[in-house]
């Protein structure tokens, strides 16, 4: 390969995979193209791209992209999945496909670093919270507490307006009301 079609490949590369921090590898090795763009299009719906890339073209590209942890998985015929809202949500609608594609082998991936290694790294991962999910139920443990102080202190304040409520209703009416001793 000439060096102009090598820095071609690097630019293109470079820009498909520019800001990609967090991404799973899988390997397609005797996967059939038909399976393959189903996968493509399953993934797509999810704003998930699958990149196919040359290993040693990938190491020159994501050198300090912080996908350094998957270098030594780069073997034979890999393609980089990212995108999506996350690398969780990544993980678990490849382990979804994993069914249907019995053909693909999940390498690992990252996650802020992290590598999850192999089918079952990346099943674990696929268990944890997205980043919405995790601010969700934060916000519930910090709220919760709040909201039983809330109900607490409302609760008495409730019970005398019911009663007042009463009392003026009967009033109203003109019944008389009892005294209580």
Same mark, same amino acid.
């Given at each position: 390969?000439?060096?102009?079609?090598?820095?071609?490949?690097?630019?293109?590369?470079?820009?498909?995979?520019?800001?990609?921090?967090?991404?799973?590898?899988?390997?397609?090795?005797?996967?059939?193209?038909?399976?393959?763009?189903?996968?493509?299009?399953?993934?797509?719906?999810?704003?998930?791209?699958?990149?196919?890339?040359?290993?040693?073209?990938?190491?020159?590209?994501?050198?300090?992209?912080?996908?350094?942890?998957?270098?030594?998985?780069?073997? /034979?015929?890999? +393609?980089?999945?990212? #995108?999506?809202?996350?690398?969780? !949500?990544?993980?678990? %609608?490849?382990?979804? &496909?994993? *069914?249907?594609?019995?053909?693909?082998?999940?390498?690992?991936?990252?996650?802020?670093?992290?590598?999850?290694?192999?089918?079952?790294?990346?099943?674990?991962?696929?268990?944890?919270?997205?980043?919405?999910?995790?601010?969700?139920?934060?916000?519930?443990?910090?709220?919760?507490?709040?909201?039983?102080?809330?109900?607490?202190?409302? /609760?008495?304040? +409730?019970?005398?307006? #019911?009663?007042?409520?009463?009392? !003026?209703?009967?009033? %109203?009416?003109?019944? &008389?009301? *009892?005294?209580?001793?």
């Amino acid at each position: 390969m000439s060096k102009a079609v090598k820095e071609m490949l690097i630019r293109e590369t470079g820009a498909r995979l520019t800001g990609v921090s967090n991404a799973a590898l899988i390997s397609i090795r005797g996967f059939k193209a038909i399976d393959t763009t189903k996968l493509r299009a399953t993934l797509r719906k999810k704003q998930v791209k699958v990149t196919v890339v040359r290993n040693a073209l990938a190491q020159k590209v994501l050198a300090g992209s912080g996908l350094d942890p998957l270098f030594p998985m780069l073997t /034979g015929s890999n +393609a980089f999945v990212h #995108g999506g809202s996350s690398v969780v !949500e990544i993980a678990r %609608e490849l382990t979804k &496909a994993l *069914a249907d594609f019995p053909g693909v082998e999940i390498k690992g991936a990252v996650l802020d670093g992290t590598l999850f290694s192999g089918e079952k790294g990346v099943k674990e991962l696929s268990k944890y919270p997205t980043r919405e999910e995790a601010l969700g139920q934060t916000v519930t443990l910090i709220l919760g507490p709040a909201r039983k102080l809330a109900a607490q202190i409302k /609760g008495p304040g +409730a019970n005398i307006a #019911g009663l007042v409520k009463a009392i !003026e209703t009967k009033l %109203e009416k003109g019944e &008389a009301i *009892a005294k209580q001793a």
